[in-house]
């Protein structure tokens, strides 16, 4: 994941470890823009960018809806109505969607990458290994007496 996107993600847990409330809600907010930006979902609402990185396949449809539910909680306090109060239950529901979000976007294709690319090298080193038996296999008949 970029790491901007990281640093504003842990940064919104820390707003949350300080009881800063809305800052934690509103830096989860803004990383769930910020991850559809990434990904060249750059014009539109955040309504929009949500729903485009589901089209394009990038998040489930349970995170879309959850990543919704992200937007409305914080358009108020992002459009400066700050006589919403911010529970601390609600604060970590949201910073919960942000993870699923970033799990999707970033996390988990990355983890399957990994996975496929160690499969794939174990692969090749059985590969190997048995062509370097073969060929001495092959050398051990070669010899006299052999």
């Known amino acids: 994941m970029p790491d901007a996107i990281a640093a504003a993600a842990s940064e919104g847990y820390e707003c949350r470890s300080i009881g800063a409330l809305r800052g934690a809600a509103l830096?989860?907010?803004?990383?769930?823009?910020?991850?559809?930006?990434?990904k060249d979902i750059k014009s539109g609402n955040l309504q929009s960018k949500i729903d485009a990185l589901h089209e394009r396949g990038l998040i489930r449809e349970h995170v879309?809806?959850?990543?919704?539910?992200?937007?409305?909680?914080?358009?108020?306090?992002?459009?400066?109505?700050?006589?919403?109060?911010?529970?601390?239950?609600?604060?970590?529901?949201?910073?919960?969607?942000?993870?699923?979000?970033?799990?999707d976007v970033f996390q988990s294709p990355a983890r399957t990458e990994r996975l496929k690319q160690s499969r794939e090298a174990r692969k090749i080193i059985a590969e190997i290994d048995a062509a370097a038996e073969m060929r001495a296999i092959e050398g051990a008949t070669d010899q006299p007496g052999g």
């Open 64 to 103: 879309k809806e959850a990543a919704h539910e992200a937007r409305f909680f914080g358009n108020d306090m992002a459009h400066g109505d700050f006589e919403v109060e911010v529970d601390v239950d609600s604060a970590d529901e949201v910073l919960v969607i942000m993870d699923e979000v970033l799990n």
């Open 27 to 38: 830096l989860a907010r803004a990383v769930i823009e910020a991850t559809a930006k990434a």
